[in-house]
């Protein structure tokens, strides 16, 4: 069957298609487009976002060990540009906090044995800021209490 301008309507119905592939296929890229605008903006402003940061524990007590071992990651709240924060999280690896046990003061646990002690991380929080040079702020940490005991380092 052909129409008047020639044309089959197996034909008229594949260049429909074929529109209309187009068109998605346009509206998928300028609406990708508009969502990396709107991400970009939304960097520029102050935010507050929750990153699991590395963590190394150094001095650790000549002949002891620590058991459980601490966490290798802290949860740290943290409010400042986007931009800065984007950067933590992707070098937040290659750079971990340092909590030195020459320099902070561990808590004796009045628990059952005499080697459980505790820290307080909130206390942590001014030196933990000093070593992400970051322009954000860390609010808190979480755990709020990282708990442990020393035990003789087994020979």
Known sequence: MDTKDGNEPANLLKKGVSLIN?????????????????????????LEADIRYPVKYTNIPA???LTPALPLRLNLSMKGPGYSILKLKI????SPLVIDFSKISYRH????????????TPALLQNFNSQIRSA??????????LFFSFRPAAR
């Open 91 to 94: 070098s937040g690896s290659s």
């Open 136 to 145: 954000c702020k860390i609010t808190s940490v979480k755990p709020d209490t």
């Open 63 to 65: 002949k002891k060990s």
């Open 109 to 120: 646990a009045q628990i059952n044995k005499a080697e459980d002690y505790y820290i307080l």
């Open 22 to 46: 187009k068109n998605i296929i346009i509206f998928a890229f300028f609406l990708f487009f508009s969502f990396i605008f709107w991400y970009l903006n939304s960097l520029g402003k102050e």
